[in-house]
């Protein structure tokens, strides 16, 4: 876990997208693009920029620097279990779902938002205010599944 974050961007130098307008450009413009809490292409550019207008921001997908807060922690299918965790009503049980857990104390106090997008750009989950640490497992495994269905579906095609 980071705090005091600055972004950078890694999609074009992994074949992706070089900013959200060419993601939705490209025929991606969909509802729930970032997931329910960003259901929208405008509420997505005022989340991640600021503003509903794309210009050429990229899309800022990694951690350029920040200060370390804390550590996570991976998470099994046998971890999945024992925290009451299962994500078979999503249809996502398979090598590629990644979970991790870490302290709630590392949170900031108030509102946040937790999201994950891909190195590409090609895909990305937004979640407000998340309630629960296990919940945040959830997330990440959500998050994650997308990551790992697009990694799978990209070597397939190869």
Same mark, same amino acid.
């Given at each position: 876990?980071?705090?005091n974050?600055k972004?950078?961007?890694v /999609?074009?130098?992994?074949?992706?997208?070089?900013n959200?307008a060419g993601?939705?450009?490209?025929?991606?413009?969909?509802p729930? /693009?970032? @997931?329910?809490?960003?259901s929208?292409?405008?509420a997505?550019y005022?989340?991640?920029? @600021?503003?509903? /207008?794309?210009g050429? #921001?990229?899309?800022?997908?990694? #951690?350029?620097t920040?200060?370390?807060?804390?550590?996570?922690t991976?998470?099994?299918?046998?971890?999945l279990a024992n925290?009451?965790?299962?994500?078979g009503?999503?249809?996502?049980?398979?090598?590629?779902?990644f979970?991790?857990?870490?302290?709630?104390?590392l949170?900031p106090k108030?509102g946040f938002v937790?999201?994950?997008?891909?190195?590409?750009?090609?895909d990305?989950i937004a979640v407000k205010?998340?309630?629960?640490?296990?919940?945040i497992? @959830?997330?990440?495994?959500?998050?994650? #599944?997308?990551?790992g269905?697009?990694?799978?579906?990209?070597q397939?095609?190869?």
């Amino acid at each position: 876990m980071y705090g005091n974050v600055k972004t950078d961007s890694v /999609t074009t130098s992994n074949h992706g997208y070089a900013n959200l307008a060419g993601y939705y450009g490209a025929g991606y413009e969909k509802p729930n /693009t970032m @997931g329910t809490d960003f259901s929208t292409k405008t509420a997505t550019y005022n989340y991640l920029y @600021g503003t509903p /207008t794309p210009g050429i #921001i990229p899309i800022l997908n990694i #951690i350029k620097t920040g200060t370390f807060l804390g550590s996570i922690t991976s998470l099994n299918s046998a971890d999945l279990a024992n925290e009451g965790l299962d994500f078979g009503h999503f249809s996502a049980n398979d090598t590629y779902t990644f979970c991790f857990k870490f302290d709630r104390s590392l949170l900031p106090k108030g509102g946040f938002v937790s999201h994950v997008f891909e190195e590409c750009g090609n895909d990305g989950i937004a979640v407000k205010d998340v309630p629960e640490p296990s919940a945040i497992a @959830g997330i990440a495994a959500v998050g994650l #599944i997308i990551v790992g269905a697009k990694m799978r579906r990209r070597q397939e095609a190869k």
